[in-house]
Structure formats: C-alpha cells, structure tokens
C-alpha cells in the first residue's frame, strides 16, 4: 500500500483489510513523507491487527509511482 497525506482515509482504508474473508499475511506500506497523521495512524493499527505490518517511510518524496515501485 503507498501512502502520502491520506490521514484522513486511512483508518477506513486499514479497517477493510480486518472485514476481509481471506486476511492478508502481511501488509507492506510505504509512505512519501507525510506531513500528516498517517505514521500515527499505522502505527496504531499495526498494535492490534491480526497480521504482519511494515511501515516504511521515504528518505526522500518519490512521487505517486517511484512510491508504488519503492513498496515491491
């Protein structure tokens, strides 16, 4: 998952991976230095979700691909 700025959707967006049928084994965000809640909120869910969570932020901005392309 690539993240940048999306605090204010990310609680719901983390939320649908838990109402899934078939849970992740893990999930790898990387993130294009927020200057947002984003970290914040990963952080938290990763307390509690039944899975896996890696957070990785950006040295530096990448843009939307070199984000996408940063997370494989």
Do not use: W
Not at 12 to 35: M, N, V, Y
Not at 55 to 61: A, D, P, T, Y
């Amino acid at each position: 998952m690539a993240t940048y700025n999306g605090g204010q959707f990310l609680y719901e967006q983390l939320q649908s991976f838990l109402a899934q049928t078939r849970l992740p084994d893990e999930l790898i965000i990387t993130d294009d230095c927020s200057s947002d809640t984003t970290e914040e909120i990963v952080k938290e869910f990763a307390k509690s979700a039944p899975f896996a969570v890696e957070f990785h932020r950006n040295e530096r901005k990448l843009g939307y691909c070199g984000n996408f392309n940063a997370a494989s």
